[in-house]
């Protein structure tokens, strides 16, 4: 997609007000440059400091960053944002740590030594019916990617039984070699995410799944892998029967070499296999013994949600949201233990209360509520905004939109924004408007592989049909060499994302969270005051005829 924002546009579409003559500036823009650098570097330093210990779920640091979001809020003079008139939505989740002392985990091959894996080198576990210890006995079947997908007319599973058994799968997507486009093409789809791999085997009836890990289809290190798996997950409780997975897990790429050999299968001839559209099952003749012994308890935590109680339709919003958890104190490196989560998503909470205080000064307020939402527990796989979702303030067919603001640029003026999703619905033309009014140019994500939509709290919103947009800054800075850009997000990628080393730093300037506060607060208010409820377009995955 190039750069939309030459592209003339029906304002009907929409339905919220588009500056009537091309050009005209957004009647916000003179108010959003009331943001104040100060008040974002404060709130910044403030969450990445030490001594809110990495905002760990359902840990001290978490809930004081918790306490600091909503007292920010009081202070600004807006309201609580739950019915029963509080700022904190608890969300009932249960902390599950695989005690790897206590637990084992091997492949076994007949007349052949088993493979012991080690649990965090080898490979990680959990176990998500939450029991505090289960084993399970089962035969492995490869699945290829473990993809059933009727919109590509994709199914590696070929109406194989896979109920009871252990399935070895591939993260990401397959890319036949006469198929460019399927799934997206470069860009990686849901299917392509590990979250998909293990929700898709539960629902087979499977009682575990060893997804094999590798640099390249991740798209990070196995050090991300054992940091985010290698210590407590947070889950709510099965639903009523919801199947969930006795063995969830993930293997490194040298031990499924490993493992496969000892059954004469090789990786790379499975990976050719499972890229084909006419792939089947392979029974490998393994089995995997394992027995997980969990620490479990009951996770005192919850979403922080504020809200600008709307003029003329109050009963209907629009939601900002920035997850305000990370990692908490983890594995050591180099001495430091507390993952600070400067950039993710520091960032993003400091620039939401920013905009949060450019409503409260508005003269009037817009036609719409708008909440601020800060969700917990989304590096444990977005578990407080899928709570926010199932049990919403607000209906979701009157929620307008979702505009989700997670890991923003904090060095350098960004020349470009990067509205993730809103190609995909009627907010087009307002998201181009707000870009022709900062004067920035719009751009596609320029790592799609990554799967960045499915990566963040709008994602539950968009599963709810609800338009949400993740804005996050392109790759061109102003006044910055063309490869700056680049250089800057290949070196927090592997050197600070999910590490203790994503800190605060005070020389950094914050243009990317000035740009992206102004940005997101005219893009709001614009949608806040529309009359019509946007919504998905025809035929897009998340759209629900009728549902809006
Ligand atoms: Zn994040």
Not at 35 to 45: D, F, G, I, Y
Not at 374 to 390: K, N
Not at 435 to 449: I, M
Request: charged share 25%.
């Amino acid at each position: 997609m190039t750069l939309p924002f030459l592209l003339t546009l029906a304002p009907s579409l929409s339905g919220c007000p588009v500056p009537a003559q091309e050009g005209a500036p957004s009647p916000h823009l003179s108010h959003s440059a009331l943001v104040s650098k100060a008040n974002l570097r404060a709130h910044l330093r403030f969450l990445a400091d030490d001594l809110c210990e990495g905002r760990g779920t359902g840990a001290r640091g978490g809930a004081m960053a918790a306490r600091y979001l909503a007292a920010q809020m009081e202070a600004l003079g807006l309201e609580p944002g739950m019915p029963d008139g509080s700022w904190l939505q608890r969300v009932p989740l249960v902390g599950v740590e695989t005690d790897a002392a206590r637990s084992r985990l091997e492949i076994s091959a007949p007349g052949k030594p088993s493979l012991s894996l080690a649990i965090l080198d080898d490979a990680v576990a959990v176990d998500e019916t939450l029991r505090e210890s289960g084993s399970i006995d089962a035969e492995v079947l490869f699945v290829g990617h473990g993809i059933s997908s009727p919109r590509e007319k994709w199914d590696d599973f070929k109406s194989a039984d896979v109920a009871g058994k252990v399935l070895l799968a591939f993260v990401n997507e397959p890319q036949p070699a006469d198929e460019p486009g399927i799934f997206g093409g470069k860009a990686l789809t849901y299917a392509g995410r590990w979250s998909y791999k293990f929700e898709e085997a539960a629902r087979r009836g499977a009682v575990g799944a060893l997804l094999v890990h590798t640099d390249a289809s991740a798209g990070y290190g196995w050090s991300v892998v054992r940091n985010s798996w290698g210590r407590e997950r947070a889950y709510l409780e099965p639903g009523p029967g919801e199947k969930r997975l006795s063995v969830a897990a993930w293997i490194s790429e040298r031990k499924a070499k490993e493992a496969l050999a000892l059954a004469g299968l090789d990786l790379g001839e499975l990976t050719g296999r499972a890229a084909r559209r006419d792939f089947a099952p392979v029974p490998t003749g393994l089995r995997v013994r394992a027995t997980l012994v969990s620490k479990r308890r009951p996770l005192e935590t919850s979403n922080v949600v504020g809200r600008l109680p709307g003029s003329t339709r109050p009963e209907e919003a629009l939601v900002y949201t920035a997850h305000y958890d990370h990692l908490g104190v983890g594995v050591e490196e180099e001495g430091d233990a507390i993952f600070n989560g400067a950039v993710d998503n520091g960032s993003g909470c400091a620039t939401v209360l920013e905009i949060a205080r450019l409503f409260a000064t508005l003269g009037k307020a817009p036609a719409r509520s708008v909440y601020f939402l800060f969700p917990t527990a989304e590096e444990q796989g977005l578990r407080g905004s899928e709570y926010f979702v199932a049990h919403p303030p607000v209906p979701l067919p009157r929620i307008a939109a979702d505009i989700n603001l997670d890991g923003i640029a904090v060095d350098g003026e960004p020349a470009e924004v990067q509205p993730d999703g809103y190609e995909r619905c009627t907010l087009k033309g307002v998201v181009e408007a707000a870009a022709r009014s900062l004067g920035v140019a719009l751009v596609p994500d320029p790592h799609p592989e990554q799967g960045f939509f499915y990566r963040s709290d709008h994602f539950n919103f968009a599963k709810g049909s609800v338009p949400a947009i993740r804005l996050g800054t392109g790759l061109r800075f102003v006044g910055k060499p063309a490869t700056w850009g680049e250089e800057r997000y290949e070196d927090y990628r592997k050197n600070r994302y999910h590490r203790p080393g994503d800190e605060f730093d005070p020389a950094w300037d914050l243009e990317g969270m000035v740009k992206m506060a102004r940005f997101a607060f005219v893009l709001g208010a614009t949608i806040a005051d529309g009359a019509e409820m946007p919504a998905y377009l025809p035929g897009d995955e998340f759209a629900r005829p009728g549902a809006r």
